[in-house]
């Protein structure tokens, strides 16, 4: 009997195991880390089991060296894209959350808010977050540190560097001590500038202990704390090598720390589990400019919920992360030396700290994230970057140079508004206000108003609504100039052609109206058209709102312009068949509206009473004609400057603007007062003209009498 229970309850254990829900995860690494996601899936599971939650954790773990890992973040990033619920919990390389968070739930929402705040915001507002949404939290982390031969520190009692200049004294002193002991082959600091990618994130560590203050932000590229950063670092370099030290690799790295004969060695902290126990080296955070500043790239892993997850396993999968994310796993995890971890208070324990090496520094760690955002190359970027950098460490440009350069590469320049930065932007926007200020203020006043109308007796026969109509066109098209200023937007790039569009409509449909009314034979088409020419403008600004509409579906998208050794910009790019679509279908119904207002004008060119009206609208198509088209070409030509590019298409708007007002309405200014006056002065000129032959004919007379 007691077997048959026993049996049962066996039976009973292996089929609730066997119903046990299942979460899937995925984790690359090619390093030997690769362990510390195994060490996780083991503690949940033994953790669900214990507690008869009824989840196991599956994990694939790709290891695979015979492919690259760019490749496998291909493929797992494709998974991602297609939706695909294969996998539940992706274990992803935070260098690569840009490609990953855009898939990931927000976790902010899903776990409780005392297991968020464990987490360092300064570290994980660089790791963790993306579009304001908390798509990870860390799960192993990694630092520079600087490994200092505490041997030679204390034979010529010297502490551990806290300022970049007490490395600089303090290598040259003991360097040259050293030498007078014929000890020519010790180094002062090795720098790691081997490659592109690890002189970039040397650079970037670099300039960030070099900020203002602890609370900084990382300074901007040419600010005067990277100038002088840079020339601190060139000092280093130029003061305290004695070879090509700062140009190798991490082999050469790793063989000072085995053979002692370095001062200083800027290292992962990883590495110090490779190192002898009779080791001199005895690790401390990066120097930094002041003392407690610091700097150090930060890498590592973070874990996240994929968003196409099915619904009824979101909250098994939160459970997972809220267990790997705890203080309690990640105290036991540090305590186990299996990784570092973002929560800096595990660190504060003393019985944590009595356990692992090198506790100080972590509480201390000031990270900054590697620059793998700043380009969608990134590889192109390094190279490029340290490309200019070198010009500088290794040549004779100017710091301020390169690192103008340096910044060229990601920062996309824009026609602002900040005096700060430019006066230009302040004057172009001026130079529209002053225009449409003129234009305005002429429209409300009476006397060049009903100029206006008596301008067209003969052609328009214009109302007060086809006035209006002309200024609205006419502020549309100028308006677009305000869509120059400041960052590009898809909405920017939709209300270029909406303003263009309807600005065109507003102006030149009521002409071609009036054109094809007045400038024929009464008949039946004529009449009809003037008995529904409101209806008409309807139809062709419902047309105009449509097209528009059609490049909604698929709108512009944003792109970069890059310039080799110049400023970068951004243009609307047409990249998809709607855009397309909306766009020649509009030029194709502008160029029917000017081609048709132009055939009826040349029909009637030769009629005197409708000499001025008919060529100066003649004129006022011609120039949009040509402004449009040199619009249009400039928008497929690669510019090397961003102001050439942007005041280029400012001024031409200013040119159809401008021109609009003077040929259909501002010359009247001009015009009829001239007009009058040669008039006037004819008459003046004609009535002298009979006085005087008046004159001569008396004076005639008289002398024929006498006669």
Known sequence: MEYLKLLFLLLLHFIQGSIALQINAIAYSTDEKSY???????????????????????????????????????????????????????????????????????????????????????????????????????????????????DLLNKYK?????????????????????????????????????????????????????????????????????????????????????????????????????????????????????????????????????????????????????????????????????????????????????????????YLDEKVCSSIPNCDIYLDVQPILKPVNKAQDYNEYTENFTNYFNKFFYGNETAEKVLKSMKNLTQVYKISLNSKETLLGIVLLFTYLAIIAIELLSLITPTILQRFKKRFRYLTRLSKLSVFLFFVGNLMISSVILTKFEDITILKCHLQTLLFSLGYTFIYVPILIKLMIYLHKENKYSEWLNKNKNLCFLLTLTLDILLNGLALIKPYDIEDVLITDGENYQICKKNNPFVYIAVISEIFIKLLIAICSLLLIHKEWNKKEKHYDIKFIAISIYINIFVFITLFVCSFIKMSSYITYYVL???????????????????????????????????????????????????????????
């Open 36 to 150: 510390i996601f195994n060490s996780y899936v083991n503690e949940f599971n033994e953790y669900s089991k214990k507690n008869n939650l009824n989840i196991k954790l599956n994990l694939n773990l790709v290891t695979n060296s015979l492919i690259s890992s760019e490749e496998i973040n291909n493929i797992l990033e494709s998974l991602l894209k297609e939706k695909s619920t294969q996998y539940d919990i992706y274990f992803y390389d935070i260098t690569l959350s840009k490609n990953y968070s855009p898939y990931l739930l927000d976790l902010k929402p899903l776990l409780p808010k005392e297991n968020i705040d464990l987490y360092d915001e300064s570290l994980i507002s660089q790791i963790s977050y993306y579009d304001k949404k908390l798509t990870g939290l860390p799960i192993s982390l990694s630092y520079n540190a600087l490994f200092s031969n505490k």
């Open 158 to 346: 010297k502490r551990i560097p806290r300022t970049w200049k007490e490395l600089i004294d303090t290598s040259k002193y003991i360097i040259e001590k050293e030498k007078q002991l014929n000890n020519t082959q010790l180094i002062a600091y090795n720098g790691l500038f081997s490659d592109p990618d690890q002189s970039t994130c040397s650079i970037y560590e670099f300039l960030y202990s070099c900020r203002e203050s602890y609370n900084s932000t990382f300074p901007l590229l040419d600010s005067p704390a990277s100038v002088v950063a840079v020339t601190l670092l060139k000092k280093i370099k130029d003061e305290i090598s004695i070879g090509n030290e700062f140009l190798y690799d991490e082999n050469y790295t790793l063989s000072k720390l085995s053979d002692g004969n370095a001062l200083f060695l800027k290292y992962n902290v990883n590495a110090s589990e490779k190192i002898k126990n009779n080791s001199p080296y005895i690790l401390g955070n990066i120097p930094g400019i002041k003392d407690g500043l610091s700097g150090t790239i930060v890498t590592g892993y973070n874990v996240g919920i994929i968003k196409s997850i099915d619904s009824d396993k979101i909250n098994y999968a939160v459970e997972v992360i809220k267990f790997i994310t705890s203080l309690e796993v990640q105290k036991k995890m540090v305590l186990n030396n299996i990784i570092v971890s973002g929560i800096t208070s595990i």
């Open 649 to 707: 298409q400012i001024c031409l708007i200013f040119i159809i603007s401008i021109s609009n007002y003077i040929t259909n309405y501002g010359i009247i200014l001009v015009i009829k007062p001239i007009k009058n006056n040669l008039i006037m002065q004819k008459q003046q000129q004609q009535h002298v003209n009979k006085l005087e032959i008046k004159k001569t004919v008396c004076a005639l007379n008289k002398v024929c009498r006498c006669v």
